[in-house]
T-cell receptor, first 113, second 115 residues
C-alpha cells in the first residue's frame, strides 16, 4: 500500500463547476499538507499549505484536512479553463527535511469552457 | 526574481551516453533535490543534498550521480547504467533551518528522451 493515494483521473468538469480533489494517506505522523498545481511540461507550484487539521481558504481554493480519517481535499469553486492542470497532494511529518515529503500521483483536471 | 533554473528544457540522448542536467537556485536554500516524474507514478526522489559537499541517495538512485560543490548548484548526471532514462526530471529546493515543513520549490523541469 502506498503511503499516499490519489486518484489520477482524468477529471473533466464544465466551467463554473465546483471541483473536489482528494487524497488519502496511511502515516498518522503527517502534519504538513500541501497541494501543488502542475501545468503541462512545467514544474509544480505550491498552491495551498495546511498544518494539521482544519480548513484553509485562498480565493477560489479551499484545502481541508481530516486527520482522524487520514483524508485531505482541495475544493475549487467557480472553476475556470485556466485551472486545467495536474494537482499533486503532498505531505510531510516535518522536522526531517524536504526529502521526507511524500507526493501523490496527481489528478489531471480538465475544465471545459 | 528568486527561483530555480533547470537546463536544458529538452534533451535527446543516444543509448550508452551520459548526460548532465543542470540545476541552479538563487533562493539561498540549503537543501536541493532531484525527482523523476513518470506518467501515473507521481514524483520519485533520486538524490538529495542537505548541505554543500554532502548528498544522499533517494528511492531510485541507481544509474544516476550528483555533486554539490556549491550551495546554488546541484547537477544530475544520468549515466548509461540507467535502464529507462526517458522521463521528466525536476529539481527542487527547500529551507533547511528552523521548522521544516517539507515545502519544496521546483524548477521548470527537463525532459530527457533516449533515442
Amino acid at each position: 500500500q502506498k503511503e499516499v493515494e490519489q486518484d489520477p483521473g482524468p477529471l473533466s468538469v464544465p466551467e463554473g463547476a465546483i471541483v473536489s480533489l482528494n487524497c488519502t494517506y496511511s502515516n498518522s505522523a503527517f502534519q504538513y499538507f500541501m497541494w501543488y498545481r502542475q501545468y503541462s511540461r512545467k514544474g509544480p507550484e505550491l498552491l495551498m499549505y495546511t498544518y494539521s487539521s482544519g480548513n484553509k481558504e485562498d480565493g477560489r481554493f479551499t484545502a481541508q484536512v481530516d486527520k482522524s480519517s487520514k483524508y485531505i481535499s482541495l475544493f475549487i469553486r467557480d472553476s475556470q479553463p485556466s485551472d486545467s492542470a495536474t494537482y499533486l497532494c503532498a505531505m510531510s511529518a516535518g522536522g526531517g527535511g524536504g526529502f521526507k515529503t511524500i507526493f501523490g500521483a496527481g489528478t489531471r483536471l480538465f475544465v471545459k469552457a | 526574481d528568486g527561483g530555480i533554473t533547470q537546463s536544458p528544457k529538452y534533451l535527446f540522448r543516444k543509448e550508452g551516453q551520459n548526460v548532465t542536467l543542470s540545476c541552479e537556485q538563487n533562493l539561498n536554500h540549503d537543501a536541493m533535490y532531484w525527482y523523476r516524474q513518470d506518467p501515473g507514478q507521481g514524483l520519485r526522489l533520486i538524490y538529495y543534498s542537505q548541505i554543500v559537499n554532502d548528498f544522499q541517495k533517494g528511492d531510485i538512485a541507481e544509474g544516476y550521480s550528483v555533486s554539490r560543490e556549491k550551495k546554488e548548484s546541484f547537477p544530475l548526471t544520468v549515466t548509461s547504467a540507467q535502464k529507462n532514462p526517458t522521463a521528466f526530471y525536476l529539481c527542487a529546493s527547500s529551507i533547511q533551518t528552523g521548522v521544516n515543513t517539507g515545502e519544496l520549490f521546483f524548477g521548470e523541469g527537463s525532459r530527457l528522451t533516449v533515442l
